[in-house]
Nanobody, 116 residues
């Protein structure tokens, strides 16, 4: 499985971006998809996840601003990011987790920079 993240860029405070993640194959109805981010000098952190049934979870700092979604038919996962803040600046990574195999797959990352 290969994951290709895109949609990052430079945006001003309060702006919006939509990240996309394309999977090379079926993302499977049993896969948990997620977005992580890593800021310079910091550890990678979980931003949002979406389970196969559609339930979602978010880190507290993005609740109410970010929304994760998936399209199993198109093998795509999205992260809509609104009201962006400088603290959101990071490289964002798409992740697929297959619980049955305890296997993780990662995309290459896309840079998001929020300028003040």
């Amino acid at each position: 499985v290969q994951l290709q993240a895109s949609g990052g860029g430079l945006v001003q405070v309060g702006g919006s971006l939509r990240l996309s993640c394309a999977a090379s194959g079926s993302i499977s109805r049993v896969a948990v998809m997620g977005w992580y981010r890593q800021a310079p000098g910091k550890q990678r952190e979980l931003v949002a996840t979406i389970a196969s049934a559609g339930s979602t979870a978010y880190v507290d700092s993005v609740k109410g601003r970010f929304a994760i979604s998936r399209d199993n038919a198109k093998n795509m996962v999205y992260l809509q990011m609104n009201s962006l803040e400088p603290e959101d600046t990071a490289v964002y990574y798409c992740n697929m987790f297959l619980p049955a195999l305890a296997a993780n797959y990662w995309g290459q990352g896309t840079q998001v920079t929020v300028s003040s």
